[in-house]
């Protein structure tokens, strides 16, 4: 089992849909859960991170953090096709050890 | 303010060269980190270097090292290089070593044929 899951879709939407986007995990250790953005030929951008459970909000994203269930989510409200990209989640134990990624779920936002 | 740099963009080799690969980090951010990021795959973490010191690495062999220098940039070196080392290799800076923000360049895309 990897140690972080992400359906790799492609997942394709109309714009102003609601998107919801999702990753588990299996160590139980995590604490820092971060969400970046990767356009093609480019490298990732970072979205939003969170510590522990709970969720975040920054404009029409919201982040949200279950560890009793090991698994965060990314919504993504209104979606316009500036949207379409491949959206990485990313964990770490500490702030200081390394950021553990996983494999990214490619977003298609189709006006 | 001055974004993450790498260069080259793209790079072609054989099996058995070497390469080098450098980055200049964000204005103010001291410490780099080295990703390698196959097609279709998330980033690996290669190693990461804080105050010119190696403060961490990933999974990778020894032939893969590196080195900052006193202005914060940075290279990295990979040695016998193997089919399997094709890749985009991501440099991405912070300031400490707090990783939960991190600065991406727009990578390497290295391809050993």
């Known amino acids: 089992q990897k140690e972080v899951e992400q359906d790799p879709g492609p997942l394709s939407v109309p714009e102003g849909a609601i998107v919801s986007l999702n990753c588990t995990y299996s160590?139980?250790?995590?604490?820092?859960f971060m969400w970046y953005r990767q356009y093609s030929r480019k490298g990732p951008e970072l979205l939003m991170y969170?510590?522990?459970?709970g969720n975040k909000e920054d404009g029409r994203f919201t982040a949200q953090v279950d560890k009793s269930s090991k698994y965060i989510s990314l919504f993504i409200r209104d979606s316009q096709p500036s949207d379409s990209a491949t959206y990485l989640c990313a964990m770490s134990e500490t702030s200081y050890d390394k950021v553990i990624f996983g494999p990214g779920t490619s977003l298609s936002v189709i006006p | 303010e001055t974004g993450v740099t790498q260069s080259p963009t793209h790079l072609i080799k054989t099996r058995g060269q070497q390469v080098t690969l450098r980055c200049s980090s964000q204005s103010g951010h001291n410490t780099v980190s080295w990703y390698q990021q196959a097609l279709g795959q998330g980033p690996q973490f290669i190693f990461q270097?804080?105050?010119?010191?190696?403060?961490g690495r990933g999974n990778f062999p020894p032939r893969f090292s590196g080195l900052q220098f006193p202005n914060y940039s940075s290279e990295l070196n990979v040695n016998a290089l193997e089919l399997d080392d094709s890749a985009l290799y991501l440099c991405?800076?912070?300031?400490?070593?707090?990783?939960?923000?991190?600065?991406f360049g727009s990578g390497t895309q290295l391809s050993v044929l």
């Open positions: 991405a800076s912070s300031l400490g070593r707090g990783q939960e923000k991190l600065f």
């Open positions: 969170t510590y522990s459970s």
């Open positions: 160590n139980s250790a995590f604490q820092y």
């Open positions: 270097y804080y105050r010119e010191e190696e403060n």
